[in-house]
């Protein structure tokens, strides 16, 4: 069951599902991004474009569409088409959490792998896979042939931004990491250090590109951080996340 429920911001709002937090929106403030994962992905936001550059954005999943609120505030006039295959969800969030007029966020009912797929080739700036299905990643998401048809998807300098949560020894990351590297030819990690250390689970934002990604834009967001995370290179997500099998 969806839920929202009040925080002690004004007109800020949770949206949950089965008891578990999945958005944080402030309808006043849209830049302010309550989670942690989400403010490291709102860097890779900034480290993909200057404030005021608009971005054309996909969005696999969408919930209350935090991040598509972000972009719409920071970047005016961006285009951006969130998948979000759960009607009753949209509709709360619609009636409960109206988006802005004019927002240019075009929301279509339809799951990730087939929606990706009727995407125009070089359609997205930047594409963001933040999708879960009992507490993981649909599978069919996941999968070399999906990574492929993202590819295409993406402009040649577009990136890919993936939310994957795991804890050591990240067998399933691993695995991820296996094939977005069989598709793209930069890849970069970001993470909190005591996940990466193994002393607890936690989101890992994965970046993937046919460009070089932009590490040390990257680091420099993580370095102003309220909440302190660490930004590997390619070499350093071999070392730590290498060995895995592709999915598909």
Do not use: C
């Amino acid at each position: 069951m969806w839920e929202i429920s009040t925080t002690e911001r004004p007109r800020a709002f949770v949206l949950s599902h089965d008891g578990r937090d999945q958005s944080h929106v402030d309808l006043d403030d849209p830049i302010y991004l309550a989670f942690d994962y989400v403010r490291r992905m709102g860097d890779v936001v900034d480290a993909a474009a200057p404030s005021g550059q608009p971005l054309r954005v996909v969005h696999v999943g969408g919930a209350a569409m935090t991040l598509a609120r972000y972009v719409a505030a920071t970047r005016p006039t961006s285009a951006q088409v969130v998948l979000e295959p759960d009607v009753e969800v949209t509709e709360l969030v619609r009636a409960e959490l109206p988006l802005p007029r004019r927002s240019g966020i075009k929301v279509r009912p339809v799951d990730g792998a087939s929606g990706v797929a009727a995407l125009r080739d070089g359609q997205a700036d930047l594409l963001v896979l933040d999708a879960y299905a009992e507490g993981q990643v649909p599978a069919d998401l996941v999968t070399v042939a999906h990574f492929e048809k993202v590819a295409r998807v993406l402009a040649p300098a577009g990136l890919y931004l993936l939310n994957l949560s795991d804890r050591a020894p990240f067998a399933h990351s691993r695995r991820v990491v296996a094939g977005l590297r069989a598709v793209f030819a930069d890849i970069a990690l970001g993470a909190e250090t005591p996940t990466l250390r193994g002393r607890r689970g936690g989101n890992l934002l994965v970046l993937a590109s046919r460009a070089p990604v932009p590490v040390a834009a990257l680091r420099a967001q993580a370095a102003r951080s309220p909440s302190p995370y660490k930004v590997l290179d390619a070499a350093q997500v071999s070392d730590s996340f290498g060995g895995g099998t592709p999915f598909g």
